[in-house]
């Protein structure tokens, strides 16, 4: 089985400064990892996800997460954030690399709290 | 096209009664799934279609709970027997592509509240 760890439940931080959500995973098998979003009244939106090769992975909104095997670790980061990217963040993995099939094992989320 | 759309948006129900949710998924996408979200929690999998035919269902999915797609379009959540530990957000996801290609798009979800 695979579970999720997302180390923090709340992250505050001013706009404009540099942010990291973590994202810790466990599994006996190769799994593929996911950031989802999931703004207030809003469904949860893929931000990234990583399959293989560069363990660097870019996605939506300027966010960016690196995959390091050894440490199981999968973390979100974002240069400068924006009062807009106030919301939920999930982390999540799967056996399938679209994410689908018998699903997603998400963390519990990290509310990303930016202040002016 | 709207996206993954959930109905209603909010429900409110007595403990022993049925409630039921309709998700009505992209059109085309082939792939739908049911997820259940508790405060404080990240999504729960719980059941997954492709077309009409339901082929994996989570422990999760207690006799009380049936889901259908009839036609391999939208599709219905039934609790049968609400008790008070059912209270979450309920999502409905749809996806099309296999493999890498392979996307899941979410709904809103709908809120159930038991009292």
């Known amino acids: 089985a695979q579970s999720v760890t997302q180390l923090d439940s709340q992250v505050p931080v001013f706009e404009e400064a540099p942010v990291e959500l973590r994202c810790n995973y466990s599994?006996?098998?190769?799994?593929?990892l996911f950031w989802y979003v999931q703004y207030p009244n809003q469904g949860l939106q893929l931000l990234l996800k990583?399959?293989?090769?560069?363990?660097l992975v870019k996605g939506i909104n300027g966010f960016e997460a690196e995959f390091n095997k050894s440490q199981t670790s999968f973390h979100l980061r974002k240069p400068s954030v924006h009062i807009s990217d106030t919301a939920e963040y999930f982390c999540?993995?799967?056996?399938?690399?679209?994410?689908?099939?018998?699903?997603?094992?998400f963390g519990k989320g990290t509310h990303l709290i930016i202040q002016p | 096209d709207t996206g993954v759309s959930q109905d209603p948006r909010h429900k409110i129900t007595k403990r022993g009664q049925n409630v039921t949710f309709r998700c009505d998924p992209i059109?085309?996408?082939?792939?739908l799934y049911w997820y259940r979200q508790t405060l404080g929690q990240g999504p729960e999998f719980l059941t997954y279609?492709?077309?009409?035919?339901?082929?994996?269902k989570s422990r999760l999915l207690s006799d009380r709970f049936s889901a259908e797609r009839p036609k391999g379009s939208f599709s219905t959540l039934e609790i049968q027997r609400t008790e008070q530990g059912d209270s979450a957000m309920y999502l409905c996801?749809?996806?099309?592509?296999?493999?890498?290609?392979?996307?899941?798009?979410f709904g809103s979800g709908t809120q159930l509240s038991v009292l």
């Open positions: 990583y399959l293989s090769g560069s363990t």
């Open positions: 599994s006996s098998v190769s799994v593929y």
């Open positions: 279609f492709q077309n009409e035919a339901q082929l994996e």
């Open positions: 059109s085309e996408h082939n792939r």
């Open positions: 996801a749809s996806s099309v592509g296999i493999g890498n290609n392979e996307k899941l798009f």
């Open positions: 999540a993995v799967s056996l399938y690399s679209g994410g689908g099939a018998d699903g997603l094992t």
